[in-house]
């Protein structure tokens, strides 16, 4: 009975390869004809796969693929053969256009094609013929691939007497439900705002304003027909008219002369910007901090600054802040980098960038990571530069601050140019404060090391147990290590005395887990506790203490007015600090607000402070102006609008 049972198991085995191998036989044409389009999509993410986000054989773009070769060829090959082979050809070199353009742009600026360029087409139409000539030499020999592909696929193109409109109408139907079904394989968007919500797929594709993360996300396919749908047809938000009307009524007021004795100081300087990871208050000292303790206390210092801290991403908001002079919006949910379409003609870059510097940007992670690639390249940046980019590391080092300045590929690119703006970002006071792992565990193993004179440490040596205190104090050693090898590269430059050096953190010690640390340090009952660090350095300058009150916000505006920068003093939520009439506030995500005098939480005075009554109720009404200001800017790309009535103008 059972040697029975296998061999009709066998039989029925046998059958089924049977029925396969003429289904093959019969139909292997469908995989002939099909062949172009899926090489298209394949290559196109194999070329991109250095974005190092979706894996090349990730299910959704894959399923994305299918069901748009299933349409097309379903709607060709069940069309009478003469209609149905023009049909082929025309979805063939359309998608064949966009596999080149995607893909000679992608070589060209490491980001992919969007129609929103389309737009711009006369600002980019002479660097062309440089990016036709300068392109990925696999670019072009796959693309002979493809076609030879393709010739094949005509070869073999079945013959259809008449059209067969119900099998196309099922094709739609099968189509229609496969594409509402595929997006949910792509798990559940954040409802609420958080930090992450760049790297989830699913908001990736609601939104659809990372390029980059769109195409590994989505295949060619897809992606070129969701991005036109972006661009051109999807409903723009509700126009409200009010709203364009204080926006008007904001950007077109008379600027007053906003020039004072510090306007010009540091007129064609050099101009370094690091933006600190985690590096409070208490961790500059003499003893823990040494280098950035002395440049602090010889510098122009900001000793009442704050921090914008929010749960969408603290680090990216302070990049965000600094160089657009806007934070993330508080009255609706949308993260900091995710305006990487919005136009920011007054950026830094791009404002630096028009005095002749050349501007770039410095860290350790990915250029994919927060989309700072996409954002960067957006604010104007000639480039963005990440260490793990590099693909030049076997261990963790690359966690170590030190490296951005020891690695011989970002010194030449940090100072090789007679006008610079360099904005690097820290990493090494970062989570996990432990010596488990993380970059305290390095520091520690190498202590040893020098210690005892060891080139490696014994396989068993036991790491001594730290405070979350005593690790975070290391880490901030480490940084403060990179702060002085820097130092001493710009002095072997020859580029010490020309250059200024602007030094902020991005957010208070938040990331540890004992926050008892912190109630040693600072005021943690409310949003003081995001006070920070923030001062300017140049060597042998006067030094100076500013004691109204600041915040990321008033970086830009600052600096601009130091290097004699020709700007607008309206088009920024935050103002120049030095100047005369600057009165110092800042406000919270919460809406709480914080003047050196008093805390106002809910509209009301929580420190038992004085404040005339009229004066709390203006104040209220310019935080709540400050607040709209910065998120109706960014929800109707305003900037786009002035941009669009200058050019007019001219």
């Known amino acids: 009975m059972i040697v029975l049972k296998k061999v009709v198991k066998k039989v029925k085995n046998m059958k089924i390869i049977s029925t396969i191998k003429k289904l093959l036989g019969k139909y292997y044409y469908i995989l002939l004809v099909a062949l172009p389009f899926i090489l298209m999509d394949i290559i196109t993410r194999i070329i991109g796969s250095k974005i190092n986000f979706f894996h090349i054989l990730s299910l959704v773009p894959n399923l994305f693929t299918l069901v748009w070769v299933f349409l097309i060829l379903g709607i060709c090959l069940f069309t009478e053969k003469k209609k149905g082979k023009i049909y082929y050809i025309f979805f063939f070199f359309l998608f064949f256009l966009f596999f080149l353009t995607n893909n000679i742009y992608y070589s060209m600026t490491d980001s992919f094609f969007d129609f929103s360029l389309l737009l711009m087409t006369s600002e980019g139409s002479e660097y062309i013929f440089d990016a036709i000539v300068n392109c990925n030499i696999w670019v072009y020999i796959s693309s002979l691939i493809i076609i030879m592909s393709f010739i094949v696929g005509i070869k073999y193109f079945p013959k259809r007497k008449k059209t067969n409109l119900k099998n196309i109408i099922r094709v739609f139907f099968i189509f229609l439900i496969a594409h509402f079904i595929i997006p949910f394989l792509l798990g559940s968007p954040d409802s609420e705002l958080t930090w992450s919500t760049w790297r989830n797929p699913r908001n990736i594709y609601i939104n659809f304003n990372d390029n980059n993360k769109s195409m590994r996300i989505s295949g060619l396919y897809e992606y070129t027909v969701r991005n036109f749908y972006i661009t051109f047809i999807k409903s723009k938000k509700t126009v409200n008219e009010e709203e364009l009307t204080f926006l008007e009524e904001v950007y077109s007021s008379t600027e007053e002369n906003y020039s004072n004795k510090y306007t010009g100081m540091f007129k064609d300087n050099n101009l370094i910007i690091i933006q600190l990871e985690g590096i409070d208050n208490w961790l500059i000292t003499e003893e823990d901090t040494p280098t950035l303790y002395n440049m602090m206390n010889n510098s122009i210092n900001f000793s009442n600054h704050y921090s914008y801290y929010n749960g969408g991403g603290s680090t990216f908001n302070s990049e965000f802040a600094v160089n657009t002079g806007f934070i993330t919006p508080l009255s609706y949910t949308q993260n900091a980098y995710s305006f990487n379409k919005n136009e920011f003609t007054y950026s830094l870059a791009h404002l630096f960038k028009k005095e002749g510097y050349t501007v770039n940007a410095f860290h350790m992670n990915t250029s994919e990571y927060y989309s700072r690639g996409t954002n960067y ?56 404060f432990t010596t488990e792992r993380g970059v305290c565990k390095i520091l520690v193993e190498e202590d040893i090391k020098k210690e005892n004179n060891l080139e490696e440490l014994p396989e068993d040596t036991i790491l001594p147990i730290m405070t979350e205190e005593d690790c975070a104090r290391r880490q901030a050693k480490e940084t403060d290590y990179m702060i002085e090898l820097l130092l001493k590269k710009l002095e072997e430059e020859g580029i010490l005395d020309n250059t200024v050096i602007a030094v902020f953190t991005d957010h208070y010690l938040y990331t540890l887990s004992d926050q008892t640390i912190l109630e040693k340090y600072k005021e943690t009952n409310n949003n003081l506790i995001n006070k920070t660090p923030f001062f300017i350095w140049k060597n042998n300058i006067d030094k100076k203490t500013v004691k109204e009150v600041t915040s990321q916000l008033n970086i830009l505006p600052t600096l601009l007015n130091l290097f004699g920068n020709e700007y607008h003093p309206n088009y920024y939520i935050g103002a120049d600090a030095l100047n005369n009439n600057y009165q110092g506030i800042v406000f919270f995500s919460d809406y709480s607000w914080y003047d050196g005098n008093v805390y106002v939480d809910g509209g009301i005075v929580t420190n038992n402070k004085n404040i005339n009554q009229i004066n709390l109720e203006d104040k209220n009404y310019y935080i709540n102006y400050l607040i709209r200001k910065n998120d109706l800017t960014l929800k109707y790309n305003y900037f786009k609008t002035i941009k669009n009535k200058d050019d007019k103008s001219i």
């Open 377 to 432: 390249k957006n604010w104007g940046y000639d480039n963005y530069y990440g260490l793990q980019d590099l693909e030049t590391y076997t261990d963790e080092s690359y966690t170590l601050d030190r490296e951005l300045i020891l690695n011989e590929e970002f010194s030449e690119k940090m100072f090789s140019e007679e006008k610079f703006v360099n904005y690097i970002i820290t990493y090494s006071a970062h989570m996990p």
